[in-house]
């Protein structure tokens, strides 16, 4: 069975860091894009961020940009969401997600596969 798996969520104070994990199963994604949404509830998900197969390209969000850094092992088979300098807005459910061709980063349609979500909690 072909899955991506998050981890690493959970309830921080604001300022603090947060390193996520979404590991893939089933299959190599060395070729894919893999990236990052995130949802509040009640609202639409949102792109956070996302990086090429090989790593040489990466775009984000402009709320997140400067705080956050993505990063990948192919090797492991997994994608990375450091986040630092946590705000209360950047609560919400973090979902991993991987498409072999994409024509828009920021469209959560476009991807082929996606996680379950791991809970991020910014409060003091």
């Known amino acids: 069975q072909v899955q991506l798996v998050e981890s690493g969520g959970g309830l921080v104070q604001p300022g603090d860091s947060l390193r996520l994990s979404c590991a893939g199963y089933?299959?190599?994604?060395?070729?894919?894009?893999m990236g990052w949404f995130r949802q509040v509830p009640g609202k639409a998900r949102d792109f956070v961020a996302v990086i090429s197969w090989s790593g040489g390209f990466t775009k984000y969000a402009d709320s997140v940009k400067g705080r956050f850094t993505i990063s990948r092992d192919n090797a492991k088979n997994t994608v990375y969401l450091d986040m630092n300098s946590l705000k209360p807005e950047d609560t919400a459910v973090y979902y991993c997600?991987?498409?072999?061709?994409?024509?828009?980063?920021?469209?959560?349609?476009?991807?082929?596969?996606r996680g379950q979500g791991t809970q991020v909690t910014v409060s003091s």
């Open positions: 997600v991987a498409a072999l061709g994409v024509s828009d980063y920021e469209k959560w349609y476009e991807y082929d596969y």
């Open positions: 089933g299959r190599s994604f060395s070729s894919f894009s």
